[in-house]
């Protein structure tokens, strides 16, 4: 008899996104049967699930994508902090109405993970600290970071007070002229999180990432690095992904009085980050002299990710896993020695897949197909081991 596997999801937003490149591996590969429930509201999934409950509770897999959700809380709402807030919990609902009893696995692209769980379970994290308390006794560089940010996008570098100012200060902001102010969307000091700057190896700003699976297997990790050297001086000309295109008007124009001429501190890959393979396959991409030398100043010896860090990640797949965190992509920071989590990420992207099973050449929808099987794969290893 195949395996079972419930997909639940917002029709509209379904057809190319990972979780639909999953589905297709495990019924296309593995012989799983699927059950799809749709719905366009929070009442339409409630009454779907009270419906299905049997279905649901003898499920092998559930995979849950709604995004959907989040818009409809989001329209409900003022405020960026609000927005947030009215997230998480709609999240929280929504995962626990779908981790039925007796499911195997349960994968969502809406879980709520942040790093206190890590923490608590002994593994290193950079630092966070709120506005306020930086304000008290303030210091430079800070990366601020906004709790929203994605791709890179809401990471600010604030290098001297002025900056600050700028950004956050609501008097300064109250003295500027109307036309400024109009094109200047506000941030809530109490959505940023801020932490001192990561003084990374090398000339580049770095990060790692770690391609994981609940089944407690590591699927690939690869060396982030920024596109320019740490001297280069480039700055930040926009982050429209945080507050809308007005919000690139009058932080990202020299002329303006918000001005806020940010260095670029990023390695994401959406940011013009380039990827190195850690524990590489046939399929990897291959480095370059460049990259050789990166790994070298890290003390990373023969493209072998680290054995902390790949402790950390196997923890950290393992404590997630029965959140709906099935498939992460798990941010690490190191300095001198020492490393810790950054962030832990609901996908790991489709940029790593390329780099580690396509030998570097990127197109989106084959780098989602090749994650999608990779990730059922490990779902089919793992319901198979039990």
């Given at each position: ?48 699930q009270e419906r299905h409950k049997e279905t649901l509770a003898a ?328």
């Open positions: 008899m195949p395996h079972s596997v419930v997909v639940t999801f917002d029709p509209d937003r379904y057809r190319d996104n990972s979780a639909s490149h999953i589905v297709h591996a495990l019924r296309r590969n593995h012989e799983f049967s699927v059950d799809k429930l749709t719905f366009r509201s929070r009442s339409e999934l409630e009454a779907s499920a092998d897999v559930i995979v849950h994508n709604s995004f959907l959700l989040y818009e409809q809380a989001r329209a409900e709402v003022m405020g960026i902090h609000d927005e947030h807030n009215a997230f998480h919990a709609v999240l929280n609902e929504e995962i626990s109405g779908i981790a039925a009893a007796g499911t195997s696995i349960v994968l969502s692209y809406n879980a709520n993970l942040g790093d206190s769980d890590a923490r608590a379970a002994g593994i290193p994290t950079v630092p966070k600290i709120s506005v306020d308390a930086w304000k008290q006794d303030p210091f430079y560089p800070a990366v601020f970071r906004h709790k929203g940010s994605w791709k890179g996008k809401g990471i600010f570098c604030i290098d001297n007070y002025d900056q600050f100012e700028r950004l956050l200060d609501e008097g300064y902001f109250q003295r500027q002229p109307r036309r400024w102010r109009k094109q200047a969307s506000r941030l809530d000091p109490d959505d940023i999180d801020v932490m001192r700057m990561i003084d990374t190896p090398s000339d580049f700003f770095t990060h790692y990432r770690v391609f994981t699976a609940g089944n407690g297997e590591i699927l690939g990790a690869v060396l982030s690095y920024s596109a320019q050297k740490k001297n280069a001086g480039e700055t930040v000309t926009g982050i429209s992904g945080i507050l809308g295109p007005d919000w690139t008007q009058a932080y990202f124009t020299p002329r303006s009085p918000f001005y806020l001429g940010l260095r670029k501190i990023t390695s994401n890959s959406s940011t013009g980050g380039r990827q190195i393979t850690l524990d590489p396959t046939s399929d990897a991409r291959c480095i370059t002299q460049l990259e050789e030398q990166i790994l070298e100043d890290h003390g990373v010896v023969d493209q072998k990710l680290p054995g902390d860090l790949r402790g950390y990640a196997l923890a950290i797949a393992r404590l997630y896993a029965p959140s709906g965190g099935y498939a992460l992509g798990i941010d690490f920071f190191q300095e001198r020695e020492t490393k810790m989590l950054g962030e832990v990420n609901l996908s790991p992207g489709s940029r790593i897949f390329s780099t580690l099973f396509n030998n570097g050449r990127h197109h989106e929808d084959t780098a989602r197909r090749i994650g999608g099987e990779k990730i059922a794969e490990a779902m089919y290893r793992q319901l198979h081991a039990a």
